[in-house]
């Protein structure tokens, strides 16, 4: 991509006009196609958030964490209890949103401060156990005191809100309809633009470096002056915060939390994007969560006729066949891609097998 | 007294099958240093082939004995479990031996997903009732009951536990595991065929998951196909507090995880009760008035407890209860 911006820039240029012109466009031909395509765009986009926050943890710094949906819904929560008639605060998104990541940046250190001496298999079970928790404490929290309102969830959260453009009904702009959904959709976006910027700066830089040298040899890298402690915290800190920020979108698009939201199939569903594209690399993980999204979704429209068509009576739910899918593209790229589909450069050195940790 | 001796009762009939779960994780950590994330699905898929077998046998009003009925359910659940036990080792780790740990482990959830989903085609989605087909006397000691199914359960694991001992201390092939389990590369250089110890210490991990997973459908009445994620995780847990990679340890650990998590299920609500406290009385002064109890938590934050546990170990004790080697060994 450098050498093309660098030999062709115009050829270039006019590539990135054209895929800009193409997101830009998106919403409105899905819009044609049913609204419903919209809302499972942006739900691709927020687990693209997801995804690229667990790929800080796992991918760059290399500490598998499977309780990360903990930090999403911490945000979500976060969100709903500050704007929503449940505590009677309205509060703006805005700020809503910082608290939020900073409330799963709070969680993310909390959890990552006493595993820090634990490695590979040990840290994924804590991390299950403290998502676990999580879960276990919004399902309860609502007796002696109501503050998660238990499993029942809360309801009629604030939608977002900026100026005088609500995000909750359609506008006609231009003469050209833009619904809710397509709304949410621009936002999530600029969102995760900046996310990517972020995690690809994140790379290069000397934190970036560091992870990647813990995650290759932590003694290594230890001895090489490298605070361990600190980057790791850092790490788990950062990728709960895109967590959190991820979660108080979800918040506001759906209008609607409950536990249900934040069961250990989310954080396996994370974790799945990441391994598939390719833990450590940006744009695999990114084509990952993307994959892993819609595949489904297209499942779900296609497998459902199907099975009326061929047996008269739906032999395996949608939802089941997901799952599965989910669990086989584990297996199947560990077994055959380690490294994912599209891997890190420098990953692929790793799992060549040339060397073993 | 008596709800104490209540709860040391229900926390040895859980902790005896945690014990048994616990012992297979820590069986296949000693070998091969990984944690075998789908272990909690075998024990679910005994019980749910204990499930089957015994409601197809017991519902055409058959002329055998309720007994038999039981043990047929066990007899199916283990050799089922002993080839799910084989397929793992085949397809999610002997492929990957080599491979960074994190690779294993990946397709451990991966596998553990795939056998939950599958479970759930077979067996529905809905909890499944346990037929109860034996009586369950009920006896008393010291103002507790105790029901002939926990003195069963604690007896089966106590004898199973003994016999495993017996099989990896006193046999030539217990010999052959504990050498493996000591240095893969010596052990065949011995003589010994590693593949086949590891996949014989998956398929005695799964023989005593299937018993597990009966003893739970018996216990609570009740199989899901989401039984085996808790319970794994439990057990994880109670390998951990005694050592992983310790087979007395993993019994210890388990019996006591059980006794915490009984006696702390029996007591959180009393000890959080905000309105015996002095102080805090004080500040809920209105409330306590009101209805003479606060009580922060109850019995419902039961599951917590096994992952304080985990963690507090992993803080403070990282090698365990009984354990010489610590978690870092690559």
New interface residues.
Partial sequence: MTKLRNTQPALYWCGVALVAIALIALPLVLTLVGTAWVRITNLAILFTFLALGLNIVVGFA?L?D?GYIAFYAVGAYVYALLASPHFGLHLPFWIILPIGAFCACVAGALLGA??L??????L???T???G??VR?LI??LS??FNITNGPKGITRIDPLQIGSVEFYNSDTWLGILFTGPAKYYYILLLILMAVIVINLRLQQSRIGRAWVAIREDEVAAKSCGINTRNIKLLAFAMGASFGGIAGGMFSAIQGFVSPESFI??ES?MV?SMV?LGGMGNVWGVIAGALLLSFVPELLRYTVQPAQQALFGRML?DPE?LR??I??????L???FR?AGLWPESRHRQ??S?EH?? | MDIFIQQIINGLTTGSVYALVALGYTMVYGIIQLINFAHGEVVMIGAMVAFSVITALAGTASPLPPAVILLAGVAAAIPACMAIGYLLERIAYRPLRHAPRLAPLITAIGMSIILQHLALLVWSRNPLAFPQIIDNPVFSIGGAAITGVQIAIILLSVALMAMLTWFVYRTRFGIAIRATAENVHVASLMGVDANRVIAATFIIAAALAAVAGVMVGTYYGITHYTMGFMLGLKAFSAAVLGGIGNLAGAMLGGILLGLVEALGAGYIGELTDMCKWPLMNQVFAERCAADGHLVLMGSNYQDVFAFLVLIAVLVFRPSGLLGERVAERA
Avoid: C, H, K
Wanted: charged fraction near 15%; hydrophobic fraction near 50%; proline fraction near 6%.
């Fill in positions: 290399g598998l499977l006493p595993t001496r634990l490695r590979g298999d040990y994924a079970i804590v299950l156990g403290f676990e928790i276990i399902n309860n007796s002696p250990l199939q396996i974790l391994v395996i089941v799952m599965l989910f669990g086989a593209a584990l297996v790229t560990m077994r380690p790793e799992f097998g073993r940790t």
